[in-house]
């Protein structure tokens, strides 16, 4: 049973240019979660997709975009990046209605110069 | 809102000793409580959750925790760890149990030999 995939694993990207991150959820769940996590610092939620609508965004700005498809895989794009924007983000999915937690992927770590 | 406060940002502790890693939080609401797990370079491992019901918890590895209401605590204890156990732990809390979670900054344990 394949967990929580997510592409690619690292990435260095220059100041201003845009970035797209890939997320596919464990199978069976519907819900996918994004969070940047700083190096040192506790994961911040960034926003959640259900049935391809962005359902909660946490308090990041409109440059964090995301999208999820049909299949339920999703994706966070950042615009204009930013050297603060360097960090590790995490995808997580869950099954609507469920109460058993999210499961997280290994993340991707991305490094603004 | 919601906030996490894990008290001490490093345990460092022999094997096979004791181990406690203190988490408070605040919410004017009631929250669900989630302990995670993060070793070098991976995602986020759910140890154990609290949703509601005993408020002793089991988790995986050995681990369990405690929900005090009325302290706003939800620590992690384990009674003989490993060097195995040694990881980045974060303490979550979320207002539904699928919803975005709130993390606080971490408590690293470090296992000696």
């Known amino acids: 049973d394949a967990g929580v995939t997510q592409s690619p694993t690292h990435l260095i990207k220059t100041r201003g240019q845009q970035v797209t991150l890939r997320c596919s959820p464990k199978s069976g769940h519907d819900t996918v979660s994004w969070y940047q996590q700083a190096l040192g610092q506790g994961p911040q939620f960034i926003f959640q997709y259900y049935e391809e609508e962005e359902r909660q965004r946490g308090n990041f700005p409109d440059r964090f975009s995301g999208h999820q498809f049909p299949n339920y895989s999703s994706e966070l794009n950042v615009n204009a990046l930013l050297l603060g924007d360097s960090a590790l983000y995490l995808c997580a999915s869950s099954l609507a209605g469920q109460n058993y937690g999210y499961t997280f992927g290994s993340g991707t770590r991305l490094t603004v110069v | 809102a919601q906030s996490v406060t894990q008290l001490d940002s490093q345990v460092p502790v022999f094997e096979e000793a004791p181990v406690e890693l203190r988490c408070n939080y605040s919410?004017?609401?009631?929250?669900?409580l989630f302990w995670y797990v993060q070793y070098p370079n991976q995602g986020l491992q759910l140890l154990l959750k609290?949703?509601?019901?005993?408020?002793l918890v089991k988790g995986i590895n050995g681990f369990e925790a405690e929900f005090n209401k009325s302290q706003t605590s939800f620590h992690l204890r384990k009674p003989s760890v490993h060097i195995s156990d040694t990881a980045e732990y974060f303490c979550a809390v979320s207002v539904t149990a699928a919803g975005k979670l709130i993390f606080g900054q971490g408590t690293t344990l470090q296992v000696k030999p």
């Open positions: 609290y949703l509601s019901g005993s408020t």
């Open positions: 919410s004017s609401v009631s929250v669900y």
